[in-house]
């Protein structure tokens, strides 16, 4: 299976490259991507640069276009998708329809991917992106468990690509009203759940407490590690309980499911984690980067130790196995 990696900067994207990533991807330094944060992204002549060293070295760089035009705007994605088209891309990672049709249109040999931002989950939905678009592979979103992977494989024709590690988000992938409420501004449209802009920690007491528009997310000890404010990760008072309501600070890790995933039909194997360092990068692709090289070969992959590499230390399936039904 292909090994689909992140890359938030040039650095991260060589990391990604030499140790091991069968495709990484990136996307521009602007709103057009969901991964819109200070210091994040690449500028046009960085991507071509990365597209060579990639290239280079016989891995492919996808570039995720993935967010939704702002009205009266849209000639900022179409001029992504033609200079990402120009310098080389891959594949481009698409959700707006509008892009979709756009792109189908005016770059017909593109090679286009529905971006989990689509959200497509059932079969009907992919069919009719790629009966309309001529999209090659869908981004599954990650609330469908492993047997719901293997069904929509068996009715569709193209390719799935499915996330095993990394970040986890409760919502339909990005349609956070909870963000859009907190901050004004829409992770889907604005490529940002948590704005910078938006946070802001304060002393009161003896806690450090950690805001998001306004609003307290976290209260901590001070002098202890203050979580960067995402609403979903928030500790809040419900009802006599409190703690993490929405979901818990934890990562995503469905690596020993692996070899289910494969006979379920998954084409692409996808790491979460554009925010992240080189250093990060290069760890997690070279461990799974053993399990791909395994499975190839015909062995049984390995166990992998990825405890220290996960958001709060610890991990989770998510909706792979639905335990919780």
């Known amino acids: 299976m292909e090994l689909v990696c992140p890359a938030g900067t040039p650095a991260a994207l060589r990391a990604a490259v030499d140790a091991g990533a069968h495709s990484v991807y990136c996307g521009f330094a602007d709103a057009t991507n969901a991964r819109n944060f200070p210091g994040l992204n690449f500028s046009r002549a960085e991507l071509e640069a990365a597209i060579d060293h990639a290239h280079a070295r016989g891995a492919k760089v996808l570039v995720a276009i993935n967010t939704f035009p702002t009205a009266g705007e849209e000639a900022i994605w179409h001029a992504a998708l033609a200079d990402a088209a120009r310098l080389g891309a891959d594949a481009i ?19 286009l ?12 939905a992919i069919n009719l992106y790629a009966r309309h678009f001529g999209i090659r592979r869908v981004v599954l979103p990650r609330v469908l468990s492993v047997e719901e992977i293997a069904a929509i494989n068996r009715e569709i024709d193209i390719e799935t690509e499915v996330f095993v590690f990394g970040g986890l988000c409760v919502m339909a992938e990005g349609r956070c009203a909870l963000s859009s409420y907190a901050t004004g501004q829409s992770p889907n449209m604005n490529g940002v759940c948590s704005p910078p802009d938006h946070v802001a920690y304060t002393s009161e007491g003896d806690d450090t407490v950690a805001r998001l528009g306004g609003f307290a997310i976290h209260r901590t000890p001070r ?20 703690g993490h309501v929405f979901e818990d600070a934890v990562s995503l890790d469905a690596s020993r499911l692996i070899p289910a995933l494969a006979r379920a039909g998954v084409s692409a194997l996808k790491i979460e984690g554009r925010q992240r360092s080189r250093a990060y990068v290069a760890q997690i692709v070279s461990a ?17 130790a990825l405890a220290r590499l ?9 909706a792979y196995a639905k335990r919780w039904r």
């Open 310 to 318: 996960a958001e709060g230390q610890a991990a989770t399936t998510g």
């Open 288 to 304: 799974f980067r053993a399990v791909t090289d395994a499975l190839a070969a015909g062995r049984e992959p390995p166990a992998l």
């Open 113 to 124: 991917h529905l971006s989990v931002q689509a959200a497509a989950a059932n079969p009907d």
């Open 93 to 111: 990672i698409l959700a707006d329809p509008g892009l979709l049709a756009h792109a189908a249109e005016r770059h017909p040999g593109l090679r």
């Open 223 to 242: 002098g202890a590690p203050a979580p960067y404010p995402t609403l979903c990760k928030g500790c809040f008072v419900s009802g006599e309980r409190q």
